[in-house]
């Protein structure tokens, strides 16, 4: 009979892949559908999650603390478990579910680039990877399948099948990293200052104005709101001037910097603006249907068929085959009659961006050694929470176009309105958003053909 510990090191492969493809987003669903009250204690396990999710690269960026990748890949399946075992207990003392919401959110902020950098490395010293077998990939298959039956059905339990799932996930990823080949901790330089006062700025300013804003949607609290926008446009306007002050010592071209953020952007597009456009348009009931399974799809996909695109445009560079896949699936995201195939076209190239940039960075010598991933999540993160608050604020402008209440906002943020204005109003942030998104992919075309500044590329 086959012990326990060859079992778990079979399964390993595909584990890494389900937890850092998931672990951002699952979750995200499950405190999303707790909140169901307007209660402090009904809304936090969400605010919570979300908020650390988002600002969790900034603190790992500010504190280093002498820790290599191998470090924080281990801090994180730790907090992901235990994380994951208190929101079990949540189902049964509610109190649980905010330490549960914290420690996960450490985790998908900081598991996906300590998973992704080590990957890399192994590359580097020339450690095959291990091959994936039928047994992975059937293995693979039920647990994407309970994950997406989990977020289309809904059954008694629910929360517990999907927390008890993670918590196994965790342990069989930290028990299987033992006998993983991964490189020695001693391949990280560890950098001499262990504290960077930009990124710690950096992560109290977004946590504080994260938390204001989820509270405010989460609260109907229009004041929160206010707050939050107040505070968003004196950090952009602050922001704005540091960039313009800083830009030319920039080690990477303007286009790949560029090309990070708005993919972070084009994230929060699909999964924030994306959720209360189906529900408007479709209806609560299809929120799953139409946006969160062609989403998921769409990442499964890239990861499998991005290779044969790159074959039937081998005469393009794979950037520009990048950013023209974004412009053509968002153009096709105008046309509501295909919103669950634009949904799943855009992912796909959302997906097949994140992982070439993922190479670009990781082979680039000018950035710090073994933080080249590091920051590319953080750009991410930037762009994603800079395009939250510019969606919030151009929702806030519009509301007070139409004479509306503030609170307007916030409902229309809770999918709670069926007014004609509130649809007008979803309907031009809609385009407007595609119109802002197609304007910064095309100036990084732009930018990339004309200035002609190709990034070396190896396989």
Not at 252 to 260: A, E, T
């Amino acid at each position: 009979m086959p012990s326990t510990k060859s079992v778990t090191q079979k399964l390993f492969p595909a584990v890494p892949f389900v937890l850092t493809n998931t672990i951002t987003f699952v979750p995200y669903l499950v405190f999303l559908t707790m909140h169901t009250g307007s209660d402090m204690e009904s809304v936090l396990p969400f605010v919570l999650f979300y908020t650390v999710r988002m600002t969790g690269i900034f603190l790992l960026k500010s504190f280093r603390l002498g820790l290599a990748t191998l470090h924080v890949l281990l801090l994180s399946l730790i907090c992901g478990g235990i994380g994951s075992f208190f929101g079990i207990l949540g189902e049964w003392w509610y109190p649980c579910y905010f330490l549960s919401a914290v420690l996960i959110g450490l985790s998908a902020a900081w598991l996906p680039p300590a998973n992704t950098t080590i990957k890399y490395q192994r590359k580097e010293l020339k450690i095959k990877q291990a091959k994936t077998s039928f047994f992975d990939f059937v293995f693979l298959v039920v647990l994407l399948g309970i994950f997406l039956s989990a977020l289309v059905f809904d059954f008694p339990g629910k929360t517990v099948v999907i927390f008890t799932e993670y918590t196994l996930l965790y342990l069989i990823a930290f028990r299987g990293i033992s006998g993983y080949p991964i490189p020695d901790r001693k391949v990280d330089k560890i950098d001499q200052k262990t504290f960077f006062m930009k990124e710690f700025l950096l992560f109290l300013v977004y946590f504080i104005l994260l938390i204001i804003i989820r509270l405010a949607r989460a609260l109907f609290d229009s004041n929160y709101l206010t707050v939050a926008m107040m505070g968003f446009s004196a950090f952009l306007i602050i922001a704005a001037w540091y960039i313009n002050s800083v830009h030319h010592k920039w080690k990477l071209p303007i286009w790949l910097n560029m090309l990070s953020f708005i993919n972070g952007m084009c994230m929060n597009y699909i999964l924030l603006f994306g959720t209360f456009y189906t529900a408007f348009y479709f209806g609560n009931n299809k929120i799953a249907l139409y946006l969160y399974v062609p989403y998921i799809l769409g990442i499964l996909t890239s990861k499998l068929l991005m290779r044969y695109v790159y074959q039937m445009f081998a005469f393009l560079d794979r950037e520009v085959i990048h950013i023209i896949g974004l412009i053509g699936s968002l153009l096709l995201m105008l046309l509501p009659v295909i919103f669950p195939i634009a949904v799943f076209l855009f992912s796909f190239f959302i997906s097949g961006t994140s992982t070439y940039l993922n190479q670009l960075y990781a082979q680039n010598e000018e950035l710090p050694e073994n933080q080249q991933i590091i920051i590319k999540y953080t750009t991410q993160a930037k762009g994603s929470i800079t395009h939250q608050f510019l969606l919030m604020t151009g929702l806030w402008i519009m509301v007070k176009e139409f004479g509306l209440s503030m609170n307007t906002v916030l409902q229309i943020t809770a999918h709670k309105s069926g007014d004609l204005h509130v649809l007008r109003i979803v309907d031009t942030i809609h385009y407007l958003s595609i119109g802002l998104l197609l304007y910064l992919l095309f100036f990084i075309l732009y930018e990339r053909l004309f200035k002609n500044k190709k990034m070396p590329f190896e396989e």
